[in-house]
């Protein structure tokens, strides 16, 4: 069943929901108006007979004043047989035979019902009666029911039967006025007005019927025309886009709701073809930029290996550099401490110079000192000689007497010759002396001059030599930099040759990713795309992921990459650090780098 309800279209789904709802409404309907009309009916014979029980009171009543009090004051009789001459029947008799005739006539019933009859056909004579009895015995004003009499449908109302009159009371022992003498019935025919009631809904219903026909014919072609269409038009649409034709439009007939919906499918299908007209432009925009990345990349690696050779033979070089540096620097340290050595024995030697020169001026003054004495000897032999020669006069002059002291006296002159002569000769002696005492003293003083002058070039030098040994000091640390920048240089182009790698790896990753796209965006037409424009869109990005088949550079990419990764691993020195960075993969301090992260370094 429910596939079946599945299956059935909207236009009829609707319209039989309908047909249910209406036939529900109209069921319900039918009986609700059924029901009042029951009421209506009964209503009708419930004031019928209220009419009727009226007038058997009023006659009653009117029967016992103007006939029976009339009667028995002519001497009349009252009974229940008044088949002789002088009786007349009782009001109750009267009222119940004049009902028995008029219910051979087929107008009502009506028959008093007593409870204590007097006579026995007033006593109840059915479970209505009796019933009746007992509910006005109980305080109901009335009591009605539809009953079945002799095959006939009945409508029964039962009211209270009251002694409203004196006679009444002479014939009820024991009543006062007032009282409940028994119960007024009236039944009255309902086949006729039922049978009436009956075709009239008969007809009301086929009414119905007919105009909800009518009805359902007009809603269906409504609902046809105004739902069932616009929704085949968008079951079309959306089948086409199920196929991947979205280039379908659904028709807009109304600003109701469904072509508002229509509407927005429409618009709906048109920003969709715009996106993915745009998805399948970007695709090629990425598919020519991976392109690109991977010939950047390929000649990045060319680079990267040229530039890690050059840093493997420049690190080796510095190292010699670095190794000859610190050698002069050590030469030159001893150089230094060689000349510090000399210039303190240079300078012990000035210091001895010095003192040299200073004897030497002391000679120089004990020889003048000398001079002067000799000078002195000189005089006194000079005037020895004189003395001498003023003696030898004198002696001379005495004659014999004064020949011993002219012997003495040419002995004092010989002496003071020989003391002049010897004067003469220490005077030239020493004349001499100080001459050579004075140019030895010269040459002391030019050999402390020299001195002083070498010690102020082995200062200079020892000087120019400690600049030397720190500005090897300082070149030995900065080319120790140098170094640690090269080493630093090569570590830094071993990642970077593990980034192109890892960019490579992305960049193909992106390439296959859009070849991917590219074929579930390729499943759907759009209006703003040819046959030419697709197949030009998916031959580049399958050129782009697979770059090998149309010449492109993986292939020599790969090669240069592991050119690179076997240089870096294979020639660096002990004290690098070897890194390893690959797709997915950790690098050598633990951290993971993601995608964002990679393009950011590289």
Not at 86 to 112: H, K
Not at 266 to 292: L, P, Q, W, Y
Not at 414 to 437: G, M
Not at 575 to 591: D, I, L, Y
Request: charged fraction near 20%; hydrophobic fraction near 40%; charge should be negative.
């Amino acid at each position: 069943m429910g596939k079946v309800w599945n299956s059935i279209g909207i236009g009829p789904k609707v319209v039989m929901t309908i047909m249910v709802v209406f036939s529900g409404l109209l069921a319900a309907g039918a009986y609700l108006l059924g029901q009042q009309l029951h009421s209506d009916l009964e209503r009708v014979l419930s004031d019928q007979a209220f009419i009727v029980q009226k007038q058997i009171e009023v006659t009653r009543a009117y029967v016992t004043k103007e006939f029976v009090v009339k009667a028995k004051a002519a001497g009349m009789n009252t009974g229940v047989d008044h088949s002789a001459p002088d009786t007349i029947p009782f009001p109750a008799t009267f009222a119940r035979e004049t009902s028995e005739l008029l219910a051979e006539e087929g107008v009502f019933n009506a028959r008093i019902v007593s409870l204590t009859p007097l006579n026995p056909k007033n006593a109840p004579q059915d479970a209505f009666e009796k019933e009746a009895l007992a509910a006005l015995a109980s305080g109901q004003k009335e009591f009605t029911k539809n009953d079945t009499v002799n095959g006939k449908m009945m409508f029964r109302r039962a009211t209270p039967d009251l002694a409203t009159a004196q006679a009444c009371i002479g014939c009820h022992e024991g009543k006062r006025i007032g009282d409940m003498l028994g119960a007024v019935s009236v039944q009255i025919p309902m086949d006729a007005p039922a049978a009436q009631l009956q075709e009239n809904l008969s007809n009301m219903y086929m009414g119905i019927l007919a105009v909800g026909v009518l009805m359902m014919g007009l809603l269906y072609l409504m609902i046809a025309k105004l739902v069932v269409q616009p929704m085949k038009s968008l079951e079309s649409m959306a089948v086409r886009a199920r196929e991947g034709d979205l280039t379908g439009r659904a028709s807009v007939n109304s600003q109701d709701e469904i072509g508002r919906t229509s509407e927005s499918f429409n618009m709906m299908f048109d920003r969709v073809s715009e996106v993915i007209a745009s998805v399948k432009t970007a695709v090629s925009g990425i598919t020519t930029g991976t392109s690109e990345i991977n010939a950047g990349t390929s000649d990045l690696a060319g680079r990267t290996s040229a530039q890690a050779g050059a840093l493997e033979e420049t690190s080796a070089s510095m190292e010699e550099m670095t190794s000859t540096i610190k050698q002069n620097a050590d030469n030159a340290k001893q150089a230094n401490q060689l000349a510090v050595a000399a210039r303190e024995v240079a300078e012990k030697g000035g210091a001895v110079t010095d003192k040299a020169v200073e004897a030497m001026d002391e000679i120089n003054k004990s020889s003048k000192k000398i001079a002067d004495i000799i000078n002195v000897i000189d005089e006194i032999a000079f005037q020895t000689n004189l003395l001498a020669l003023n003696a030898a006069v004198e002696a001379a002059r005495a004659g014999e007497q004064g020949r011993g002291f002219a012997v003495v006296a040419s002995e004092v002159r010989n002496l003071a010759q020989r003391s002049a002569t010897a004067a003469k000769e220490i005077k030239t002696l020493i004349n001499e002396s100080v001459q050579k005492v004075g140019g030895g003293s010269e040459l002391v003083n030019r050999s402390g001059q020299t001195l002083a002058e070498i010690v102020n070039s082995v200062k200079r030098v020892t000087d120019i030599i400690s600049e030397i040994s720190a500005a090897s000091q300082e070149q030995a640390a900065g080319i120790d930099q140098v170094n640690k920048a090269v080493m630093q240089m090569d570590q830094g182009t071993q990642q970077n040759a593990a980034l192109v790698e890892q960019a490579t790896s992305a960049s193909q990753s992106m390439a296959q990713q859009a070849e991917d796209l590219l074929r579930q965006v390729e499943f759907f037409k759009v209006q703003t795309e040819s046959g030419s424009q697709r197949s030009e869109i998916t031959a580049k990005t399958r050129a782009a992921v697979h770059p090998q088949s149309t010449g492109g550079s993986g292939p020599q990419y790969s090669r240069a990459v592991s050119s690179i990764t076997g240089t870096a691993q294979g020639k660096h020195s002990p004290n690098k650090r070897e890194v390893t960075v690959g797709v997915g993969s950790s690098a050598s301090n633990g951290h993971k780098k993601s995608g964002d992260d990679f393009f950011e370094e590289f």
